[in-house]
């Protein structure tokens, strides 16, 4: 499996673009990438998944270079109530994906 | 989108005696879903794959005779902590999928062990 790297933390404001960058450099082939979004005593939520260039929902971008080593998760105009852990998790989609998480990025978004 | 629950969302007993978490996937089926513990301000550890029909398949390090696991059906996982103490208190949180591209993760539940 890939291991995954993240900042542990980020502060941030109210408004304000938030981008939080991974780092998988042993990415297989067949990996996808996907975020998750944790607040304290609750299960994670999904957020965004993507192979490679860029992916939009209503929520976040996710941005993947050509060589897949990285991606970013972008947060547009976060809020207070953004502030949580993310997660960034690679692996493979579909029946053999065991989704491992690494330590996440804490996120604090203040007034 | 897809629905996975979890029962009890809190649980405390007493040291020594055993308690059993139930993850539910209500609006999908699911041949494997996974268990995770959460210590404080810790990232979740994967502890086993429960898989429909057959045993789990246990992380190192966990023991499969204190973390009992059944599959029972495609919609059920369950979870008993045996003889449970107290450094077995944390938050326990089931995932499933469909065999696509998203986990679905439950509301998680908390075990406090006296």
């Known amino acids: 499996l890939a291991k995954t790297t993240q900042p542990i933390s980020m502060d941030s404001y109210e408004g304000q673009e938030v981008n939080i960058t991974c780092s998988h450099n042993?990415?297989?082939?067949?990996?996808?990438i996907t975020w998750y979004q944790q607040f304290p005593s609750q299960g994670p939520r999904f957020i965004i998944q993507?192979?490679?260039t860029k992916v939009t929902n209503e929520v976040a971008s996710l941005f993947i270079p050509a060589d897949r080593k990285s991606s970013t998760l972008s947060l547009p105009r976060v809020s207070l109530s953004d502030t949580a852990v993310y997660y960034c998790?690679?692996?493979?989609?579909?029946?053999?994906?065991?989704?491992?998480f690494g330590r996440g990025t804490s996120l604090i978004v203040h007034p | 989108g897809a629905v996975v629950s979890q029962h009890p969302s809190r649980v405390i007993c007493k040291s020594g005696t055993s308690v059993k978490i139930e993850c539910r996937s209500l609006?999908?089926?699911?041949?494997?879903m996974f268990w995770y513990r959460q210590f404080p301000k810790q990232s979740l550890m994967l502890m086993a794959t429960?898989?429909?029909?057959?045993?789990?398949?246990?992380e190192q390090g966990v023991e499969k005779d204190k973390f009992l696991i059944n599959h029972a059906s495609l919609t059920l996982s369950t979870l008993t902590v045996t003889s449970a103490h107290p450094e077995d208190s944390s938050f326990y949180i089931c995932?499933?999928?469909?065999?696509?591209?998203?986990?679905?993760f439950g509301p998680g539940t908390r075990l406090t062990v006296t």
């Open positions: 995932s499933a999928g469909q065999g696509g591209y998203e986990q679905y």
């Open positions: 429960s898989n429909e029909g057959s045993k789990a398949t246990y």
């Open positions: 042993n990415i297989a082939t067949n990996d996808y």
């Open positions: 993507g192979y490679k």
């Open positions: 998790l690679v692996g493979l989609s579909g029946g053999s994906y065991i989704p491992t």
């Open positions: 609006d999908f089926q699911a041949t494997t």
